[in-house]
């Protein structure tokens, strides 16, 4: 299986900004969406932002209006902009492969990542 691997994770303050990538090593980025989900210590794995083929991004409410997804298909990248962060926000990011269909993100059933830590703290 081909991993994806993210990176760009660390320590920021509150209200600040901070950009996380993801590439992915396999040959088909360009033809499926693309999903950036976080876990929170002690809680579940939440889907928080995800992109087309076409670019068109969908978001959770809590991050609606803060975080940004885009991707650059010839570099096989996916990267979300998180701006006004919130202590709430910290959590372990993971990208993901996926569909798009009928306004709604569907992993693909695969390994994730090791994901990349955020934490955000005074």
């Known amino acids: 299986q081909v991993r994806l691997v993210e990176s760009g994770g660390g320590l920021v303050q509150p209200g600040g900004s901070l950009t996380l990538s993801c590439v992915d090593p396999?040959?088909?980025?360009?033809?499926?969406?693309m999903g950036w989900y976080r876990r929170a210590p002690g809680k579940e794995r939440e889907l928080v932002a995800a992109?087309?083929?076409?670019?068109?991004?969908n978001y959770a409410d809590s991050v609606k209006g803060r975080f940004t997804i885009s991707r650059d298909n010839a570099k096989h990248m996916v990267y979300l902009q998180m701006n006004k962060m919130k202590p709430e926000d910290t959590a372990v990011y993971y990208c993901?492969?996926?569909?798009?269909?009928?306004?709604?993100?569907?992993?693909?059933?695969?390994?994730w990542g090791q994901g990349t830590q955020v934490i955000v703290a005074s």
């Open positions: 396999g040959n088909a980025f360009s033809t499926v969406a």
């Open positions: 993901k492969r996926g569909q798009y269909y009928s306004g709604r993100f569907y992993p693909i059933i695969d390994d």
């Open positions: 992109i087309t083929v076409t670019s068109m991004a």
